[in-house]
């Protein structure tokens, strides 16, 4: 029930028995306001839309046949609490007003009134009404966190949703798909969900970091090769085509790809066949491919770093990952869920957000997307140090602060004048120093902890910090 | 018992009710002049408030919005012999919990204050 659409409908629904009074109304609130409206002539049938409708702002008369404005708000209540209700009336009576205030009614206006005014109220009650269902579906969550679970997407949002019932569609046939979006929108979670429910769910899908690999070995990753092909070749090596045979192959950050490879590719998305290097003979292959870029794939192809035939045979059909600005509704849900991980991962089930910090994670712009928010909820629930994450806990602020594009042309430039070894290790030790010296800032001296969030043993990081001489004290406060 | 501030800019009424509440055993706090009285509610914080709305300087719907933000806990009854449904609606927008219309008899106002104080426990 009460869905909240969240896609940016104003509802305004206006009951009164005098139609001329009801057009005038509703003319007003389109034209100046802008918003959507219906209208009804009486308290039942102002019910049965609302019931289907849900507007956001209902406007009444308090004088009509049959049921009064104040029993049509009591109803109205028991619908949606959430609507805000504007009570008019022609025989006001400070009585009136003051009851139908107590009893929650949002504003109370005397007929004739003035046409700003009017306006004025309607606004401000939608702007209660959508603090009320935020706030509401925050707390529904805590009681129904299952809701809105796709394979690893979480969320409600209609351009989430789209994309859901796109792959859905798309995952059963073999067709190659092309999965653009920002950073940190999930385009490997959406190649997982097409596997996930192709019939070649049954073999791991085989993923390809395309940069992360340098020219020559990315081909011979993908294709393979065969022993004696190249200098070091000892043996057969099985590429990862072969590898996804009957199954997926997840081609991520596709467009930074080299061009000699972009070749080999397109033959395989051709011919459907993989030939290995120093082989003559052809392999054929049966592996759906899915790629990914967050880049402008098509400026690439227009300064010639990427070939347009290829482009083509990948881009069958795009799926497009909605940023999280795009999906801004589903960011309640999306603490939730972290929260709720995170804390169970880190066996602190008691720990909960203060109300500032949700504001907080509720207003700020995620550039990073669903990552960058995931990102600072596995932070905080680490490292907060209270029973509740406050705003400071989510060190949002810091993150700005150092931020690598303020040390590097700065390192850089000084060491220019040595030699090779000699600058490399004059940057090495400032960019280890300055790191390890951030970690051990946001964990207070903790060097356990410190090692955990780097990803490093902590015998290794204490090495390090007899090498770069940094003393541990300097942090415990 | 409660602290409950009255302000009127009628010395009498002030009185009036004055005497009324302190027989029920609350302390009351009486004033003429809106600034004292708002003065007193920055220093003091009281339970209840008691406004008359036409005053001297201010409206007692002004009163009531600065005592609202000096003391947001505190509840209100509004008092006037100038009722009008715009004052109604303003002054329950603001918080108050209560509109009445002058003239008050004693058992209407004891009553009444009863309600606001034990809404609030």
Sequence with gaps: MNEWTGDGSRRVLVVDDEPDMRRLLARLLVKKGGYDVLEADSGGVGLVIARDWLPDVVLTDVKM????????????????????????????????????????????????????????????????????????????????????????????????????????????????????????????VAARALHAMSGRAGRRMVTVNCPALPENILESELFGYCRGAFTGADRDKVGLFVEAHRSTILLDEIADIPVSIQTKLLRVLQEKEIQPLGQTRTIPVDVRVVASTNQDIEAKIARGEFREDLFYRLNVVTVRMPSLEEIRSDIPLLIHHFLRKYRIEYERPELEFSEEAIQMLLRRSWRGNVRELQNTINRAVLLGSGATIDSKDLRLDVEVQCSPEAHSGLCFDQVQHLDYAGAKEKVLKEFTASYLQAALGRTKGNISLAARNCGMERQALQRLLRRYQIAISDFRS | MAEILVLDDVFDATVLVGKILTRKGHTVHTFTEEDAALEFVKAHPVDLAILDIKLQKMSGIEVLGLMKQACPTMHAIMLTGYPTVETAREAMQLGADEYCVKPIDKDELEDKVEKVLKGKK
Excluded: C
């Excluded at chain 1, 700003?116 to 509401?136: G, P, Q, Y």
């Excluded at chain 1, 989430?160 to 653009?180: C, F, H, K, N």
């Design chain 1, 65 to 188: 046949p049959g049921m009064d404005g104040v029993e049509f708000f009591r109803r109205l209540q028991d619908i949606d609490p959430t609507m805000s209700t504007i009570i008019m009336t022609g025989y006001g009576t400070v009585e009136m007003a003051v009851e139908a205030l107590k009893t929650g009614v949002y504003d109370f206006f005397q007929k004739p009134f003035d046409n700003d005014r009017i306006l004025h109220a309607v606004a401000r009650a939608m702007e209660r009404t959508w603090l009320l269902r935020e706030n509401r579906r925050f707390h529904e969550l805590q009681k129904n966190p299952e809701r809105g679970d796709f394979f690893g997407f979480i969320g409600n949002a209609p351009r989430l949703r789209e994309v859901e019932d796109l792959l859905q569609r798309l995952a059963p046939s073999d067709m190659t798909v092309l999965i653009r979006g920002e950073s940190g929108t999930g385009k490997e």
